[in-house]
């Protein structure tokens, strides 16, 4: 991670229809992302989809399971119906779909949206993903395999307890929205000793931080120590990471991916490679 991302965030509804997010074009790439692991994962989910044991979707930020590109108007799919989609094309549906989002008109849109589609069996809570990840958490069978999409707006929304509760799950991939724009535009803030986000966020941070080195040293000391307490909870990272770029071709976001298996994160490697060459496993 060479540079940290800079520009806006993703908006919140601005179409006129609360139940339609207005966002970025960058959402398309994270929406093709999540698609194409899903798809690609395919084979390693069927192994779980049998009458005794199950593969789960969870989206603890689900948004209203529509959202528009501000600059071209383009409609796109959310990630629940996009997750769900995928999975019923792969030929290996999730068993069950966990929806959960701060806002219960999103999960109410997003969950009537999916249960439009063909046998999704849906599940939703409202609040904040770190009460949500805890109700969730109870329903599922904990040796099953499980795949979490955590999509927050910023920092703040995702404390670290999150993560914690979702790999006391014996089979959990993550796919994590890394909001280091939020981390820069407002480090200031978050670095000022009245300031919780980050103890939330990267427990312990501030012993990992020279606070002598220049601000973007310090800030890529908090994101390797965020990626220390995936390792210490037994989530590694994939290597391969994505950049959300805005339309000024700035960095907005990282999107990672955690998890124990290392056939997970081949998966992941190829998703990835294959959003920033789409052709590739074309025949
Ligand atoms: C980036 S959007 C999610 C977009 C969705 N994943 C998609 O791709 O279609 C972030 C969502 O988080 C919700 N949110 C904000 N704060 C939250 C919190 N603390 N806990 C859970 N959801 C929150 C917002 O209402 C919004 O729907």
Not at 16 to 45: C, F, H, M, Q
Not at 77 to 104: E, I, Q
Request: net charge neutral.
């Amino acid at each position: 991670m060479q540079e940290e991302l800079v520009g806006e965030a993703t908006r919140k509804v601005g179409t006129g229809d609360e139940n339609i997010a207005e966002v970025g074009n960058w959402a398309r790439d994270k929406l093709s992302l999540l698609r194409e692991y899903i798809t690609i994962s395919s084979p390693a989910r069927k192994r779980w989809i049998r009458p005794t044991s199950e593969a789960t979707y969870i989206d603890l930020f689900c948004g209203p399971g529509k959202s528009q590109c501000r600059d071209t108007g383009e409609l796109l799919d959310g990630s629940p119906v996009v997750a769900w989609n995928a999975s019923v094309l792969s030929g290996v549906p999730f068993s069950r779909v966990f929806l959960a989002d701060a806002s219960a008109q999103h999960v109410h849109s997003a969950a009537d949206r999916l249960r439009t589609l063909p046998a999704a069996p849906v599940a939703s809570f409202v609040g904040p993903g770190e009460s949500t990840v805890n109700d969730i958490y109870r329903e599922l069978i904990p040796w099953e395999l499980h795949f979490a999409l955590l999509d927050p707006f910023n920092l703040e929304d995702l404390p670290f307890s999150v993560i914690e509760r979702l790999a006391k799950l014996k089979h959990i991939d993550l796919m994590i929205h890394l909001s280091t724009g939020d981390m820069q535009r407002n480090y200031a803030t978050y670095t000022d000793a009245e300031n919780a986000t980050l103890d939330r966020f990267a427990p312990g941070w501030r012993k990992a931080v020279d606070f002598n080195a220049q601000p973007f040293a310090q800030r890529l000391a908090i994101v390797r120590h965020w990626f220390s307490l995936l390792n210490d909870v037994g989530l590694p990272h994939a290597p391969a990471m994505h950049a959300a770029r805005n339309s000024k071709n700035s960095r907005m976001y990282w999107l990672i991916f955690a998890s124990r298996a290392d056939i997970a994160r081949k998966f992941w490697t190829a998703a990835q490679r294959y959003l920033r060459e789409p052709t590739l496993t074309l025949f």
